[in-house]
């Protein structure tokens, strides 16, 4: 009796265990889908933003422009005919990724990223893509920051943690100039401290990297300026 109570526990037992083992499987193979096709997705509009602002008869217009010594008209032109919208519907001069207006592209070889970045960093944009969140804007004189999740599964600023000084960062922006930056300060903070934002650059070109920790407690901030 005591045997065959024994053998039934030990046999639920280990089908719960099966049952568990299967469940987090599939769980960590979904979340990895996911995270793969992420990454694609934005690695093709990345690039595909790139194409666009490097397109030389569309540059040609950018020259005959700046020869006039038009530079607002310029800056303009750049937004209407070098950047080409997505297919979302777009009303202005603004070019969108999911329907949020774009400011440029991020690339970081060492954890081979590279993104879309956002014009201006919302809720609901993070969770798109990274985007500035404060600062002049892309390759502009001063300290410009770029926020992105960490979700621990590679996509976004998930990988920051694994860089260093002396990494480089790499900035195009909708003129389509492609900037090289250099890591030289990495540390953690509290939820609260906003200095970073605020930092005197003195007349150089800075970005500052922004995400959570792994355990969401603190932030990583990462300083870059431009060679």
């Keep these: 009796m005591f045997e065959s109570k024994y053998g039934k526990t030990l046999t639920i037992g ?18 990895y889908i996911k995270s793969v096709n992420t990454n694609n997705e934005a690695l093709n509009e990345a690039n595909k933003f790139i194409n666009e602002v490097n397109d030389p008869q569309k540059n040609n217009v950018i020259k005959n422009e700046q020869n ?4 607002t008209n310029v800056e303009l032109n750049i937004q209407v005919e070098n950047i ?7 009303s202005g001069n603004t070019d969108t990724y999911k329907g949020f207006e774009k400011a440029g592209v991020i690339e970081i070889p060492k954890t081979n990223l590279k993104y879309v970045v956002l014009a201006q960093g919302s809720k609901d944009a993070i969770e798109v893509s990274v985007a500035v969140n404060g600062g002049p804007g892309l390759n502009k004189v001063g300290n410009t920051i770029i926020i992105g999740h960490n979700y621990r599964n590679g996509t976004f600023f ?6 260093a000084n002396g990494d480089k960062v790499y900035i195009t922006d909708k003129t389509g100039a492609k900037i090289e930056y250099t890591i030289y300060d990495i540390y953690t903070t509290s939820t609260g401290d906003s200095d ?12 500052t990297l922004v ?7 603190n932030r990583l901030v990462i300083c870059a300026k431009a060679n």
């Design 158 to 163: 998930s990988n920051n943690k694994n860089l």
């Design 68 to 71: 006039s010594n038009t530079q």
């Design 14 to 31: 280990l089908v719960i265990l099966i049952v568990i083992v299967i469940g987090a499987l599939v769980f960590f193979t979904i979340d």
């Design 211 to 217: 995400t959570c920790t792994d355990d969401t407690k």
């Design 84 to 90: 080409v919208s997505d297919g979302s519907s777009n």
């Design 196 to 207: 970073y934002m605020v930092r005197d650059t003195k007349g150089q070109k800075e970005i």
